[in-house]
């Protein structure tokens, strides 16, 4: 899970920078290794923090 969680952070980092570091607060909440493995993947695809902040909302 510890390494789930810091691909997330790079992968936020990297395509979005400080804005999507921001969302770690909300994904480190996660209980669950199916929902990370979602968020990562939504990160892939989404288009903006807020497509990300959405199944944030969704899911915490």
Same mark, same amino acid.
């Given at each position: @899970? #510890? &390494? /789930?969680?810091? &691909?997330? #952070?790079?992968?936020?980092? /990297?395509?979005? &920078?400080?804005?999507? %570091? #921001? %969302? @770690? $607060? @909300?994904?480190? !909440? @996660?209980?669950? !290794? +199916?929902?990370?493995? #979602?968020?990562? $993947? ?7 923090? +807020? +497509?990300?902040?959405?199944? %944030? &909302?969704?899911?915490?």
């Amino acid at each position: @899970m #510890e &390494g /789930l969680l810091e &691909g997330i #952070e790079l992968g936020l980092e /990297l395509k979005y &920078g400080a804005a999507g %570091l #921001e %969302l @770690m $607060n @909300m994904v480190r !909440v @996660m209980s669950t !290794v +199916d929902k990370l493995e #979602e968020f990562k $993947n939504l990160i892939r695809k989404a288009g903006s923090v +807020d +497509d990300l902040k959405g199944f %944030l &909302g969704k899911s915490v």
